[in-house]
């Protein structure tokens, strides 16, 4: 916008011209989704009249420096698939209309959530080995075990990488396990869950003694024989 400013001097008038900027309206944040995809975190904000652009400004602190990280047009939501997974996020908009920008709005902040592993098993005579693939985002796993599919799983133990030796199972014993990837910033994503057992040992110390025309067979207990 211009404007023309004319006053009344002596003796004669003198004209002055200046230029000034009307800033679009602020736009309120609505929400940043905690959690609630695996894709992305789903930002919303107020409309903002005059039919604006708006900028997305990011940030991993509340009070921290943000960073433009997209402009959009014609929508009041933005989905940020750039986000880590895991990593909780600060969100401010503001309207762009004409090539001015307007101030911040207030902050929202949000979390993309971390994905379940996918969990296979195998066996020996010495323990049940669990292995799953890494997930981006988590800071530990937690490893669950049952009798059954269905119901009554505990935590067994928790790993740093993504796999796990489960020595405490009785041979012979069918078990159920689950693995969770866990975050602070989204809690637990739990996998679907995988058989698994201890194999029996062999048999051992076999010997045969005949007692009155028979021949009578001996070995050594195996655990988890019935």
Do not use: C, M
Not at 59 to 80: F, K, P, W
Not at 83 to 93: E, H, L, Q, S, V
């Amino acid at each position: 916008y211009s404007v023309r400013v004319t006053t009344l001097t002596s003796p004669a008038f003198s004209d002055t011209s200046s230029s000034f900027r009307i800033l679009p309206p602020t736009p309120t944040i609505g929400s940043a989704s905690d959690a609630s995809s695996t894709a992305y975190i789903s930002v919303t904000w107020s409309l903002v009249s005059g039919n604006p652009s708006y900028r997305i400004y990011r940030a991993t602190s509340a009070t921290g420096t943000y960073s433009l990280i997209d402009t959009v047009s014609g929508t009041t939501n933005y989905n940020d698939a750039s986000a880590t997974p895991g990593t909780r996020y600060y969100y401010k908009i503001a309207a762009l209309r004409n090539g001015v920008e307007g101030n911040l709005s207030n902050w929202d902040d949000g979390v993309r959530d971390i994905v379940a592993p996918s969990l296979t098993t195998s066996g020996n005579t010495s323990r049940v080995y669990l292995d799953w693939n890494d997930i981006t985002g988590r800071t530990e796993y937690r490893v669950y075990r049952s009798t059954s599919s269905t119901t009554g799983y505990s935590q067994i133990g928790t790993a740093s990488s993504s796999y796990y030796y489960d020595y405490s199972a009785t041979p012979g014993q069918r078990y159920y396990y689950k693995v969770a990837a866990y975050n602070p910033n989204t809690g637990e994503s739990l996998s679907s869950y995988a058989e698994g057992h201890r194999s029996l040992a062999q048999v051992t110390g076999l010997t045969t003694v005949s007692h009155e025309g028979d021949h009578v067979l001996y070995w050594s207990s195996v655990s988890g024989a019935v």
